[in-house]
């Protein structure tokens, strides 16, 4: 399958990303507006508001216009019986649209606009006939962060059509396969660590002095995961290799799909005002545990994420009381982890935060059976510490904590073991 993604766009009057259809099945495009800090993002909170378009008729072919309050990730493909294009987004309020109102085109029978999954919006244009789309561009406004996506759609016969439609298949927006919840412990064997460096991609972070969080926390990860596969019983799998985007949901389903037995997720706040130094450590909880930390989480988590286990068959009532009941046995054993890691990075890196162990509501720490921590390694904002993680031997003395710290809870963990519910 052909794929154009996103880019980040510079400052200007209005900077653009088209993509042209001739030559592509299906069109997978990411664009974001720029964010001078991540404070700003913040402020936006992530959900983007429509603001107002039409759909019209055009020589030979049909014209969407939508404008909304920020850009956001989206793709848009068609799909038949019935003829549809499909358009969905991370995500878009659409309390303001009105249907009727922007459909003039005789090519377009129907407009819809909802939520399909949390998190994600979707607009569904019904065609009257087979069209294919020729061309997707999203422009920004760098003064204002509005965004202004362009579909242009031309007649095609029914055979082209139909060899062209259907969803995309690809690893950076769709969920991969979900496992259920392990039936007994994964035994003697090595334990197998999912790291998540978070963010990427589209997505860059924190920013400071041409670093990004992105960058540094995969640097981070690829190294971690070496000293902790050096040190034997451990293996290791990572959210993602590269720089690009995967969401909060993907990211604890992979845990899930690849037998994870604990989930590391590596972030480097920043903070607008004051001073920050030292790591801090977050585990799973339904109120946050001071402001700072809702303020973070809000930063991070920008979804409302049911826990990552495949109860998709079960009545809510039934799926929420054993989220709970793995929840109850797991909540102990990933704060137990969080104090043995805190204890290895203060031991290899000298200090941590003034309060250094907290709770906060991240999706990525979710998952109900596999124990989870975040881990802030330090705050670009302030000027050491940046430093310290641009430099390798604090990485790397970094890296020896964290892996001190698995191994100190692996032993009390297997030694609980017997205790737990079976």
Do not use: C
Request: no cysteine; charged share 25%; glycine share 8%.
């Amino acid at each position: 399958m052909d794929a154009k993604s996103g880019m980040t766009f510079e400052n200007g009057e209005k900077q653009g990303h088209r993509v042209s259809m001739n030559r592509f099945l299906i069109i997978l495009v990411f664009s974001v507006a720029v964010f001078t800090s991540s404070a700003k993002a913040q402020d936006l909170g992530g959900l983007a508001r429509f603001l107002g378009g039409m759909v019209r008729d055009t020589w030979g072919g049909t014209e969407l216009q939508l404008e909304l309050s920020q850009g956001v990730p989206w793709r848009v493909f068609t799909l038949s019986d019935p003829d549809r294009l499909v358009v969905d987004f991370r995500e878009v309020d659409w309390q303001d649209a009105d249907p009727e109102a922007m459909r003039r085109s005789d090519n377009i029978t129907a407009l819809r606009f909802g939520s399909f999954r949390p998190g994600w919006s979707r607009l569904v244009a019904v065609l009257a006939g087979p069209m294919l789309v020729q061309e997707a561009e999203v422009r920004i406004v760098a003064d204002s962060g509005k965004a202004e996506l362009i579909v242009r759609l031309e007649r095609a016969d029914r055979a082209a059509f139909d060899a062209r439609a259907g969803a995309p298949d690809d690893p950076r927006w769709d969920l991969p396969a979900v496992v259920g919840v392990r039936p007994e412990p994964r035994g003697q064997g090595p334990i197998l660590v999912m790291i998540d460096p978070g963010h990427g991609g589209l997505d860059p972070g924190a920013e400071a002095e041409g670093a990004s969080e992105a960058d540094l926390m995969l640097t981070f990860a690829r190294e971690l995961r070496e000293q902790l596969l050096r040190a034997g019983g451990f293996e290791v799998a990572l959210t993602r290799d590269s720089d690009t985007f995967v969401s909060l949901e993907a990211r604890v389903a992979l845990a899930h799909a690849a037998g994870a037995d604990v989930f590391v997720s590596l972030h480097a706040d920043s903070i607008d005002e004051g001073v920050a130094h030292g790591a801090t450590l977050y585990t799973l909880a339904k109120e946050a545990s001071d402001a700072a930390s809702s303020a973070l989480a809000e930063r991070h988590d920008r979804d409302d994420l049911l826990a990552g286990v495949d109860l998709s068959g079960s009545d809510d009532r039934v799926a929420n009381v054993l989220i709970d009941l793995a929840r109850l046995d797991n909540s102990p054993r990933s704060e137990a982890m969080a104090r043995h890691l805190l204890t290895g990075i203060r031991d290899a890196v000298g200090k941590v935060h003034k309060h250094p162990l907290r709770h906060a509501d991240f999706s990525v720490l979710k998952a109900a059976d596999i124990p989870s921590v975040l881990i802030e390694l330090g705050f670009l904002s302030t000027a050491g510490e940046l430093r310290n993680l641009q430099d390798a031997e604090w990485r790397a003395d970094m890296a020896a904590g964290i892996l001190d710290g698995l191994q100190a809870w692996a032993l009390e963990d297997e030694a609980l073991e017997p205790l737990r519910r079976q």
